[in-house]
């Protein structure tokens, strides 16, 4: 099961897919989540880094760049098998799509937030796994 998400933005796609890179490239740790990146391996047109989080073991993705503006990214552990990102101009705009490959473990947790809010994902619910939202119909405190 992959979860695959668009977005459209009015913003030249060469600087969309330069941002893109080098957050890729340069990451800042999530706030809150203590985590470092160290960079094994760098080429032209790939990087392997090893990412130690707050709590958990180490793991290793390795992110292909490829010239049309389409990054892949294999972790060898964590929550997701693959992410890909692909930036385009279409129709005079840019289209960054976003495709989520995640573990058994992920996809489990996945349809748990799904079921707690009685909808469908949101881009957020991918990007942040440990963020549970309210169930429908919950009062707030």
Request: glycine content about 4%; charged content about 35%; overall charge positive.
């Amino acid at each position: 099961m992959e979860f695959k998400y668009t977005i459209w933005l009015d913003a030249p796609h060469d600087q969309v897919w330069r941002a893109i890179k080098d957050q890729i490239e340069h990451p800042k740790a999530p706030k809150g989540q203590a985590m470092s990146f160290n960079i094994i391996e760098r080429k032209k047109n790939y990087l392997v880094r090893e990412i130690k989080p707050k709590r958990g073991r180490k793991f290793q993705e390795k992110i292909t760049f490829f010239s049309n503006k389409k990054a892949i990214t294999e972790m060898t552990k964590g929550p997701y098998a693959s992410i890909v990102q692909e930036v385009s101009k279409e129709k005079g705009r840019t289209k960054v799509t976003m495709e989520f490959k995640p573990r058994r473990t992920t996809l489990w947790l996945l349809k748990l937030k799904q079921w707690v809010k009685r909808g469908p994902l949101e881009l957020d619910d991918l990007l942040n796994l440990t963020s549970i939202p309210k169930p429908v119909g919950a009062k707030a405190r």
